[in-house]
Structure formats: structure tokens, C-alpha cells
Nanobody
């Protein structure tokens, strides 16, 4: 079993910053891609950012230059630094990780979601 636990969401004013964290634990052999998705009310879940095991990153156009994804492989943890936040960034943010477990099975795992609200 693998679990992803998120933290760091909350309410912030436009122009402010938040940092999300996502820690993976359990029967982990290797973590491949890690990333963040978000889902606003009434909308589909969209990719925000992804980072490979080697540190290559990719971002949605809407967050380029404002969000930064990173990971600490020793801690099996990924982060999403969100700066210059806008009201349209309001959503539930979900982390995910592609994990090969100690039984050599490869699956995608998701965090429970954390609410980010950008409002004055």
C-alpha cells in the first residue's frame, strides 16, 4: 500500500503565495513522475505541473512563471510553490505519483486533495 498525504492549502489574497506539500509513504521501491492537478467547481481535473524523477518539469500555460514544482527524492515528497496567485487559481489541488512498489507493481496514486482559495 502507498499513501499520499497533502498539506498546505488555505485562503490567500490575490497576489499572495502558498506552498503545497505531498508526502508519499508505504511500500515504495521507486517513484517516477510526480505532479499536481487541480479541479475547480463544475470543471474537469486539469494538470498543473509535473516533475520527472530526474527533475525535468512541465507546467500548464496558465501557471508558467508563477508556480514551481519540486521534489525531495530522499523524503519521497513533492512541493508546489504558488506565487502571484489569482482568483482563477481557486480549486481543489490533488497530488499524484507514479510508484513501483516492493512487489514490483506500478500504479498511479493520488492525494486526498487540498482546497486553495484565492479571494480578497
Amino acid at each position: 500500500q502507498v499513501q499520499l498525504v497533502e498539506s498546505g492549502g488555505g485562503l490567500v489574497q490575490p497576489g499572495g503565495s502558498l506552498r503545497l506539500s505531498c508526502a508519499a509513504s508505504g511500500s515504495i521501491l521507486t517513484i517516477y513522475n510526480m505532479g499536481w492537478y487541480r479541479q475547480a467547481p463544475g470543471k474537469q481535473r486539469d494538470l498543473v505541473a509535473v516533475i520527472t524523477a530526474g527533475g525535468t518539469t512541465n507546467y500548464a500555460d496558465s501557471v508558467k512563471g508563477r508556480f514551481t514544482i519540486s521534489r525531495d527524492n530522499a523524503k519521497n515528497t513533492e512541493y508546489l510553490q504558488m506565487d502571484s496567485l489569482k482568483p482563477e487559481d481557486t480549486a481543489v489541488y490533488y497530488c499524484y505519483a507514479q510508484v513501483r512498489d516492493r512487489l514490483l507493481r506500478k500504479n498511479d496514486y493520488w492525494g486526498q486533495g487540498t482546497q486553495v482559495t484565492v479571494s480578497s
